[in-house]
């Protein structure tokens, strides 16, 4: 009777809300020992088409120092990424890189897009490997940043 009360009020909520919650966290491909680097980007979210990979015409605002690598990678796998997909609502998201961007990269060529814009990107040499989709707070995000790249670096790119 308790399962089914249970169920029963867990329909109704998604009937209600019509929206499904995942939480993600993000997980280094590999091991601290073999960054090979960490570098922070800004693409602005007005660009004039989708970004889903950072190439060679997107310039680093900030290269992270590998005595940093591990406290990063620590800071990185404390975040949240919450998903809120809409059951009864047809939708289109937008998983492109904007704003902000971490590219963590292996010395075996593998590297991982980290953002706040809804997608972490997996890539190895042959193109792309894995994805999961969500936000962090962007108050949270924010901090992590303002921490590796400092306020004033900050508000050059971030716009309000």
């Not at 889903?52 to 404390?78: C, H, Q, R, W």
């Not at 292996?106 to 490997?129: E, K």
Request: hydrophobic share 40%; proline share 4%; glycine share 4%.
């Amino acid at each position: 009777m308790k399962k089914m009360l249970a169920m029963a009020l867990v329909i109704s909520t998604l009937l209600l809300t019509g929206c499904a919650t995942h939480l993600n966290t993000f997980k280094l491909h590999d091991t601290v020992d073999n960054i090979s680097s960490i570098e922070i980007y800004y693409i602005n979210p007005s660009y004039e088409k989708y970004i889903f990979d950072i190439d060679e015409s997107f310039e680093p605002i900030k290269i992270v120092g590998p005595e940093l690598y591990t406290e990063i990678a620590n800071d990185l796998e404390m975040l949240v990424y919450k998903d809120v997909v809409p059951i009864f609502i047809p939708s289109d998201p937008n998983f492109d890189l904007f704003g902000f961007v971490i590219k963590v990269k292996y010395m075996s060529n593998v590297y991982q897009l980290v953002s706040n814009s809804g997608t972490v990107y997996t890539y190895d040499d042959s193109g792309w490997v894995d994805d999961f989709y969500g936000c962090v707070e962007q108050e949270t995000w924010n901090e992590l940043i303002i921490k590796y790249i400092g306020q004033e670096t900050f508000n050059i790119y971030h716009e309000d």
